[in-house]
């Protein structure tokens, strides 16, 4: 039988980096054009395992997630053997990691006249390209572009619950991020709600949390029993 990990390290995360996958965010980067792509997963300097991506347009899956935490030391599937996957053309690769914190990333290379050509390192992220991201601690925090230096403020707070009752599910709100910065100065969500972040141009996103000043206190969650997350599997509507 097989048995879910938990990991509770998320109620601790306060920091959030769009090059680097968390239990909590994740990268999405669409894949255009039909061929054969060589994906290597790293963490840091070490490569952990390599992947074959062929798309085409009549496969039958738009989107490729790929748990880093599958393909580390403890991953559950290790095997020698280089993992294979079918893409549709215009679909999806989803990257995050389910149990462990780490620097994680991809590179995916495509096969051009017999040679790798790099088309994307997921710590470079850029046009088309898009950041999910799910905040559980209630207060302020901070979101930056690295590379322009522009910012944005968001306000998390503990939703309205009712005893006994499940947690209220949300739908993530949607920005984009262009060369002039973010399309809103400031946010207000709910502990729980996705953040999805549409990138127009070069973009390294910093999400820090400032402070707390919630007179509900500290804690995200107040009955365990049912607290939900989902991995933060969303894309466009075409």
């Keep these: 039988m097989k048995t879910n990990t938990f990991n509770t390290a998320i109620f601790k995360l306060r920091e959030f980096k769009s090059h680097t996958p968390n239990i909590l965010g994740a990268i999405i980067h669409p894949v255009q054009e039909e061929g054969i792509y060589l994906g290597i997963l790293y963490n840091g300097e070490q490569e952990l395992r390599r992947l074959l991506i062929t798309c085409t347009t009549d496969a039958p899956d ?5 748990d880093f935490s599958e393909h580390t030391a403890v991953g559950k599937a290790i095997d020698n053997a280089m993992p294979e996957y079918a893409l549709k053309k215009e679909g999806y690769v989803l ?30 992220l850029g046009p088309g390209d898009i950041y999910t991201v799910t905040l559980l601690e209630p207060g302020k925090y901070i979101a930056q572009n690295s590379v322009d230096k522009s910012k944005m403020k968001i306000a998390v707070t503990l939703p309205e619950t009712q005893k006994g009752k499940p947690l209220p599910t949300f739908e993530p709100i949607t920005l984009e991020v262009n060369a002039t910065g973010f399309s809103a100065k400031e946010i207000k969500i709910n502990s729980t709600q996705g953040i999805v972040f549409l990138l127009k141009a070069k973009t390294d ?12 206190g500290n804690e995200p969650v107040k009955d365990g029993r049912y607290f939900r997350w989902n991995n933060p599997n969303i894309v466009p509507n075409k």
């Excluded at 738009?62 to 790929?66: D, E, G």
């Excluded at 995050?96 to 290379?109: C, G, V």
């Excluded at 495509?110 to 994307?120: A, R, S, T, Y």
């Design 62 to 66: 738009t989107q490729l997630n790929i």
């Design 95 to 124: 990257l995050y990691t389910s149990i462990q914190l780490a620097d994680f990333y991809l590179k995916l290379y495509q096969k051009v006249n017999d040679k790798q050509k790099l088309i994307f390192n997921s710590k470079l």
């Design 205 to 216: 996103v910093i999400i820090k949390f400032e402070d707390n000043n919630d007179k509900k």
